[in-house]
């Protein structure tokens, strides 16, 4: 399976990401632990993305691009992946499409676990991280809403809506039942 996962920060993405990766026998692949693995390794993208880190900055989606494209090659993402960061955009959705079809692959689908925002500030705030103070918080989801929005439209019939409010495991059972597992 090649899914996608969507969904606001706090919706436990990372969390259903790491049970359906075990569950389904592929790899999880976010662009944030992409990042720090290329950085890390000090791989030329590695490099290049570190400059605009430091600066402050976004990393340009070219650079997130051939990364992920790099990634998807590998031999253990070869039956399927959960990529989880990438796209965040829909031009990045795009470049997506066009990568999945130069390795005649496709998506099966994008999973979008839906919470209440209220839900996710308290779960947020659980965690006790020294960043997550309510404002914050409720800045990073209307950055979400303001960047995904538009993304939610592109893929329409392919989504999968997911009630991510609950427990862990109801929430996991929910996407395995979508899923037809």
């Known amino acids: 399976m090649r899914l996608v996962l969507l969904g606001p920060p706090g ?6 990401a790491a ?3 075990e569950k389904l026998n592929i790899p999880h692949i ?5 990042f720090r693995a290329n ?8 490099v290049e993305a570190k400059e605009y880190i430091d600066a402050g900055k976004l990393v340009p989606t070219e650079v997130t691009a051939r990364m992920v494209e790099e990634r998807l090659a590998e031999q253990d993402a070869e039956n399927g992946w959960l990529l989880d960061g990438f796209p965040r955009t829909v031009e990045q959705a795009e470049i997506l499409a066009e990568l999945l079809d130069r390795q005649g692959q496709k998506l099966d689908g994008v999973i979008n676990y839906q919470v209440d925002e209220d839900v996710v500030v308290e779960r947020m705030l659980a965690r006790g991280r020294a960043d997550d103070n309510e404002e914050t918080i409720r800045t990073r989801l209307q950055v979400y809403r303001d960047e ?3 993304l939610i439209d592109h893929y329409g019939d392919a989504l999968i809506n997911i009630d991510a409010d609950g427990e862990v495991e109801e929430v996991n059972a929910r ?3 979508r899923l037809g597992q």
Do not use: Y
């Open 30 to 34: 976010s662009t944030g632990d992409l």
């Open 148 to 150: 995904t929005s538009p």
């Open 19 to 21: 049970i359906l990766s």
């Open 11 to 16: 919706a436990g993405k990372g969390t259903q």
């Open 39 to 46: 950085i890390g390794e000090g791989t030329p993208l590695g």
């Open 175 to 177: 996407t395995m039942e």
